[in-house]
């Protein structure tokens, strides 16, 4: 029994026969997962291996068994060897480790960049054995020198263009800034470092906010590009205006890991689109401010500005114009115009065209009544019925503005043609008259001989003829003068309208067995008014001349003077002057103040037809107001109306 009971010696072999079978078994294992490895797995001494696993065929193409025992150099890129040998012989401390990438040489030829991670030990002989992995890492290589190579080339063209490279890897907060970047703004590399800093400290404050915004739109959104006008700060002070565009990477989810872009100096045009738009901003100003109208068409042919002289002109709303077409546009100022004148352009025709319209309700003034038989007309108000318009077109064919049309007022420059021409007209017959008459007389004096009583009835006319010569002679001058508003020829002070009145009336007391004068103050001397007493004097003579003139025998002429309030409520101080004489209809009231006209039927009575002319001027001169009322064949009553004390006012105003 004794010889079946285990002795020590056996439970030691037992022990040993199972670790070694445990052993065997783990080098089996191990074997396998160093044959399934895609990395090599090797151990060298002095730089010959003495292990590698079976991924060392793939990377080399050569087995494993010709590989052992021989050199690691036999396989290092030649370029390479005296680096690598370098690194992997020599060591000041042991155990060392060696991280080094470096180029092998396949069985084909083919050159393959690997990663070596080696462990370094030296042994009590002074040699070194080294235990290690080797991975291949060609594709890596070749993707990041195919980056780079493509970044150095992204570097040279945007250079070329003037542009500057960013890259903002928002993974780590990495942020790339490269030299033209910098130089843009007066930097060198060295001098700015690449941090998010760097751009947000460059910035604008005044575009910092909304730049910061405009990122954070882009990271939050989902779109692919991103672009941003701002201003960075120059080295030397100055701000350098940047088109900053840049390209997001994004992942599955659309969340950005990366931003990558360029930066492009368009401060010169900005400032080219500055100057335009102050340009602009010029022009429209001018066409705000300009007298003239005008209105301009799309290509398209529509309305897309009118500017307010065509509005004023015309009466129009601008929401009635805009965007309208050019054929609605034509047939609004069909219905505006007058027929006599009417709105006919051809498109062919670049003329200019004369058109007439009506006057706006806010211009057609007077607004009382009047009918064929009575009229009654303030003058300081009154204006002409129509507008004479001078269209010119413009083609220009581009791409805002295709047609301009260009409205001018011409009322006042024909009216005042035509009165020059009747002006020029009237006077040569007015001045011819009486020189015909001189004339006539002097060559019967020269030619024929006459006793002493007709010699001196010759000579009667011919004076007669020179005074009336003088007189028209100096009714165009006072009334160039007038016109000139030539101030020397005024002498104001302050005065009462009474005395001015009494004056002109006692200059008719001669004729008093024709016409008697009623005179009715309502108003005494302390009434004033700040005026040029012989010009009003002047004045109301020559419509008491008139009331004279053209009144029966007999019929008295009614003087009043009065206060008032104007429609402006200003307090006036007036005289009127009523006469029961043939009057006047409508249209003859409308040319009472025309220079040189007289009504058909008064041919028979001497005058020049610049009595009321002088009057109107020297009314207007000293601010005031004419009223006409008359009715044909009843007689006439005329106002002249003036500030009341109103010196300060007047002698403050420009005479123009």
């Known amino acids: 029994m004794s010889d079946l009971i285990p002795t020590d010696n056996d439970n030691l072999l037992l022990e040993n026969i199972r670790l070694s079978k445990a052993l065997a078994e783990a080098e089996l294992n191990f074997s396998r997962l160093i044959a399934q490895l895609s990395e090599v797995v090797l151990t060298m001494k002095d730089g010959f291996f003495t292990f590698l696993n079976p991924a060392w065929e793939t990377i080399t193409g050569v087995s494993v068994e010709q590989s052992l025992n021989t050199s690691m150099q036999n396989y290092i890129h030649f370029d390479d060897v005296n680096n690598v040998w370098e690194q992997l012989s020599t060591a000041d401390i042991f155990p060392a480790e060696r991280q080094i990438e470096f180029r092998i040489i396949h069985k084909n030829r083919q050159v393959r960049w690997v990663a070596l991670t ?106 692919t590009f991103y672009e941003n006008i701002h201003r960075l700060k120059h080295k030397q002070g100055d701000w350098v205006w940047i088109l900053d565009r840049g390209i997001a990477v994004r992942d599955k989810s659309g969340k950005a890991s990366r931003i990558y872009g360029a930066h492009t100096d368009v401060t010169s045009l900005r400032n080219v689109e500055e100057t ?95 009918t064929s038989q009575n009229s009654k007309f303030n003058f300081s108000h009154h204006q002409p019925r129509h507008r004479i318009l001078r269209l010119t077109q413009y083609y220009l064919n581009n791409a805002t503005t295709a047609i301009i049309l260009y409205f001018r007022d011409v009322t006042l420059e024909i009216e005042m043609d035509r009165m020059k021409s009747e002006f020029l007209s009237v006077a040569a017959h007015e001045l011819r008259t009486p020189i015909s008459s001189i004339y006539g007389y002097s060559e019967l004096l020269i030619n024929r001989e006459f006793d002493d009583v007709a010699k001196r009835g010759i000579l009667q006319a011919i004076y007669d003829q020179c005074s009336s010569l ?187």
Request: overall charge negative.
């Open 118 to 223: 080696a462990q370094l030990n030296q042994t009590q002989n002074a040699s070194i054995e080294i235990t290690g992995t080797l991975r291949d890492i060609t594709d890596h290589i070749v993707t990041q020198q195919a980056l780079t190579a493509s970044e150095e080339r992204y570097e040279l063209v945007a250079s070329s263009f003037n542009d500057g490279i960013w890259d903002w890897n928002l993974s780590n907060n990495d942020v790339y800034l490269s030299p033209r970047w910098k130089e843009m703004l007066g930097y060198s590399p060295a001098e700015l470092p690449n941090a998010l800093t760097t751009w947000t400290d460059l910035v604008h404050p005044d575009d910092l906010e909304s730049a910061l915004e405009s990122v954070e739109n882009f990271l939050n959104g989902h779109d």
């Open 276 to 370: 335009l738009l102050q340009r602009e901003r010029e022009l429209n100003d001018i066409v705000t401010i300009s007298p003239d109208g005008i209105v301009t068409f799309t290509p398209e042919k529509m309305v897309s500005s009118v500017n307010p002289a065509f509005l004023s002109m015309t009466g129009f709303n601008c929401d009635d114009l805009l965007f309208i077409s050019k054929n609605e546009f034509d047939q609004k100022m069909m219905t505006l115009c007058d027929a006599e004148k009417p709105y006919k352009i051809d498109i062919e025709n670049t003329a200019p065209l004369l058109i007439q319209i009506s006057k706006t309700k806010e211009e057609n003034l007077p607004a009382q009544a009047k």
């Open 470 to 656: 003088v007189v028209l002679i100096n009714d165009l001058l006072d009334l160039a003068r007038l016109e000139t508003r030539s101030q020397p020829f005024f002498h104001f002070e302050l005065q009462p309208l009474t005395a001015i009145i009494e004056e002109a009336i006692s200059s008719f007391k001669m004729h008093e067995e024709i016409h008697k004068i009623e005179a009715h103050y309502f108003v005494d001397e302390s009434s004033l008014i700040y005026a040029d007493k012989d010009q009003i004097k002047r004045a109301v003579l020559n419509v008491l001349n008139n009331a004279f003139k053209y009144s029966l025998n007999s019929q008295n002429i009614i003087v009043n003077v009065q206060l008032r309030t104007s429609e402006l409520s200003e307090k006036q101080i007036g005289v009127t002057i009523e006469d029961k004489g043939i009057g006047m209809n409508p249209d003859q009231v409308s040319r009472i103040f025309d220079r040189f006209w007289r009504a058909d039927n008064v041919s028979d009575i001497v005058g020049t037809g610049l009595g009321m002319a002088l009057v109107k001027e020297i009314i207007d001169f000293h601010h005031g107001e004419i009223e006409v009322e008359s009715v044909f064949g009843q007689g006439t009553k005329i106002g002249l109306w003036l500030p009341l004390n109103n010196s300060q006012s007047i002698e403050n105003k420009e005479y123009k």
